[in-house]
């Protein structure tokens, strides 16, 4: 009884941490060529982030993120930058902000092109 109780934990876990992985990525056909979105890793300090949307092109290239932050940036001004990355090579763009009518701030970053980026990284100051 202990071994398929283990087992059975061990599965349910390793189920769980392949639907948590999956959570990463979509699938785009755009452009008739499939696409993998997302960042496998995102690290954000000094505001309250939400709604990320990246734009991605052709060959799973990123050129850009929008995203929401909760603060009001026109109130508490501060300067927020954005690095994408594909482990290789990074870019940082200044982004610009515009007041959200429903409150806190939009911003957009424009990057130069990466492929395949991986990891997000959001600073405030």
Do not use: W
Request: a negative charge; one cysteine or more.
């Amino acid at each position: 009884m202990r071994k398929s109780a283990k087992l059975i934990t061990a599965l349910s876990v390793a189920g769980l941490i392949g639907i948590a992985g999956s959570a990463f990525t979509a699938a785009s056909g755009i452009d008739q060529e499939q696409k993998i979105v997302g960042a496998t890793s995102q690290s954000i300090t000094g505001v309250n982030v939400d709604t990320v949307q990246y734009t991605v092109g052709a060959g799973d290239s990123t050129t850009g993120v929008t995203f929401h932050v909760t603060q009001d940036l026109a109130a508490n001004p501060a300067t927020v930058k954005a690095t994408i990355s594909n482990g290789t090579v990074s870019e940082t763009a200044t982004c610009d902000a515009t007041p959200n009518v429903g409150g806190g701030t939009d911003l957009t970053c424009a990057f130069p092109a990466v492929t395949g980026v991986t990891s997000l990284n959001i600073v405030a100051s």
